[in-house]
């Protein structure tokens, strides 16, 4: 694997293979010292042109267990701001030879193209309303811990799917880990077509009871041009999970940041049925193999970092 821009690169034995790799690597955050050596030397660019609490973190977090020196790059306070470009500024970055970059942008397919601009492993970390393989493969992970087998469970994903990068990946990835999704919300923010890649949907939460899963997405506002929402009082009334429509047997997932009292209700937050925190410490380890999986045991990426020739 050289890049991990969609999970759609990944079949079911990549997943596992990745996942179970996290599994190998979760011993070490329970370490004392919470280190191994396995990336020294290597250098992980994280390129960050949009909000980010879980996933910027978890990944300096996962490339500083694994010993890789880590730039963090914000476009704001950055040459962006004076109208540098993305490709300008990938060049530029470039320039301090990164072992990998993981990029998050607005843009859908940004992480495809820069993959072409230069000799770093690419990580998409979320591109535009694309996909966000590694909440998909960090929810996996998640899921597989908790139910132990994800083959033939029902899982609903609820929510804004149409603004959702998570949500495509998720389908995406659930799927071939052999589960039965549906997604479901409102008609404006379920696509049209949806179904082609192979999930079901429903436009109201009636038959919620039959999930073993429920995913529910955050209404992403900021790619939405217009006004595609029912008044967020009617959201609320017809798909908020809450405690009425979660069961006791059921677990809750959700990828961050939380709209309290919008999507979810505090209550089930706050359940002992929320697998939301859990989540977000799958992210280190899942990202900690990702970058082992792009970085470890590869030839160099980059000629200059290739061994020192050997003095005479
Ligand atoms: C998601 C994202 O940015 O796509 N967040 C995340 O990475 N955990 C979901 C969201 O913003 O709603």
């Not at 429903?202 to 992403?220: C, F, H, K, N």
């Not at 006791?248 to 940041?257: D, I, K, Y």
Request: proline share 5%; hydrophobic share 40%.
């Amino acid at each position: 694997m050289n890049h991990l821009l969609s999970i759609e690169d990944l079949d079911r034995a990549a997943i596992e293979r990745i996942v179970e790799q996290a599994e190998r690597f979760a011993e070490v955050s329970d370490r004392e010292i919470k280190k191994v050596p396995t990336l020294r030397g290597r250098m992980v660019l994280n390129l960050f042109y949009e909000a980010s609490t879980r996933t910027r973190s978890s990944f300096e977090i996962a490339a500083k267990r694994l010993s890789a020196d880590v730039v963090n790059f914000a476009s704001s306070g950055s040459s962006v701001e004076k109208g540098e470009s993305l490709k300008d500024t990938v060049l530029t970055l470039s320039a301090h030879k990164p072992d990998a970059i993981v990029l998050r942008t607005p843009w859908a397919g940004a992480a495809e193209l820069i993959s072409r601009w230069c000799s770093a492993a690419v990580v998409n970390a979320g591109d535009g309303k694309h996909e966000h393989p590694t909440q998909a493969l960090l929810d996996v992970y998640t899921l597989r811990r908790h139910l132990g087998e994800i083959s033939g469970a029902s899982i609903w994903i609820v929510g804004d799917i149409t603004h959702s990068r998570v949500a495509r990946s998720n389908i995406l990835a659930f799927q071939k880990m052999g589960a039965k999704v549906t997604v479901a919300g409102p008609p404006t923010l379920i696509p049209r077509g949806i179904e082609a890649l192979g999930c079901e949907v429903r436009y109201s939460l009636e038959e919620i009871t039959g999930a073993d899963v429920v995913y529910a997405l955050r209404m992403q506002r900021e790619r939405m041009i217009e006004s595609s929402l029912p008044s967020l009082r009617e959201y609320v009334a017809c798909y908020q999970i809450n405690a009425r429509r979660l069961s006791a047997r059921q677990v809750l997932m959700h990828p961050g940041p939380v709209n309290r009292g919008i999507e979810l209700s505090g209550e089930v937050i706050d359940s002992p049925r929320a697998l939301i925190t859990a989540q977000v410490e799958a992210g280190v380890v899942v990202r900690m193999a990702v970058l082992y999986e792009l970085l470890a045991g590869t030839p160099e990426r980059n000629p200059s970092q290739a061994p020192e020739p050997q003095l005479a």
